[in-house]
């Protein structure tokens, strides 16, 4: 099976391609505000030096949120039109699963959290079963202090933080947790969602049929936008262009 793995729900945008259960190749930019002009080269190359056509691909896997809005849209549009004009299965997988799918097989509790802004991180608590990723806790927007004060009350042993929201979560530990390292923030290569843990994430879902069409698959942005918050505060929740008859 080959897999493409497509990620953008960051500052970071990554694409990477795997063969029967293993890398070929990953490419990443870390260079804001360029997904959009960037990704689809970035696919071309990668294809290109791996020396794989589309028409050859099993799968794409593209992260659905949550994350940056604008990145997300970026990845899955991307996603969407190979899908549509190459007929390729889509996979959409959680941008906190991904960042799990980083240490795979890790002893330690894993707590992926994503900046949400205003002192919030979407975040999930995760353990490594063998192969098996398991889920400690639902998906969920939380405040940092308050993710803080279950992490350090909680029963779970060593937690190892994940994603962009990690040092917010890190800044915000009592001096004498933080000095322990019982939670502790991950090694810069596995902080941030990668393309190639899309890719695994993505490749196990396959083949459990878990897939989409381009039609078919849903952004996963577990809030509002700032801009639909700010229109329901001023107007109220009917949406742009509703008549009354």
């Not at 940056?68 to 007929?87: D, E, K, P, Y």
């Not at 079963?129 to 350090?152: A, F, P």
């Amino acid at each position: 099976m080959k897999i493409l793995g497509i990620d953008t729900s960051s500052e970071v945008a990554t694409a990477a391609l795997m063969s029967e259960e293993k890398l070929v190749a990953e490419y990443i930019l870390n260079h804001r505000h360029t997904h959009l002009e960037k990704l689809v080269s970035m696919i071309d190359l990668l294809l290109s030096d791996s020396e794989t056509k589309l028409e050859e691909l099993d799968a794409i896997a593209v992260t659905v949120g949550p994350g940056s809005f604008t990145g997300i849209r970026i990845g899955m549009a991307c996603a969407q039109g190979l899908s549509h004009v190459h007929g390729i299965p889509l996979v959409g997988v959680n941008t906190l699963d991904a960042l799990a799918y980083n240490m795979m097989n890790c002893g330690d509790y894993l707590c992926a959290a994503v900046d949400a802004q205003r002192g919030e991180v979407y975040a999930c608590l995760y353990t490594w079963e063998g192969e098996k990723l398991c889920r400690m806790s639902d998906y969920e927007v939380v405040k940092v202090s308050k993710l803080v004060d279950r992490l350090v009350d909680g029963s779970v042993g060593r937690v190892v933080l994940l994603g962009d929201g990690a040092h917010l979560v890190e800044s915000a530990l009592p001096e004498e947790v933080r000095a322990s390292g019982k939670i502790a923030v991950a090694q810069r290569p596995f902080l941030m969602p990668r393309a190639s843990s899309v890719a695994e994430a993505g490749l196990k879902q396959l083949k459990e049929g878990k897939t989409f069409n381009c039609f078919s698959i849903r952004p996963i942005y577990m809030r509002k936008s700032h801009a639909e918050e700010k229109w329901e505060e001023k107007y109220g929740k009917d949406k742009p262009g509703k008549c009354d008859h």
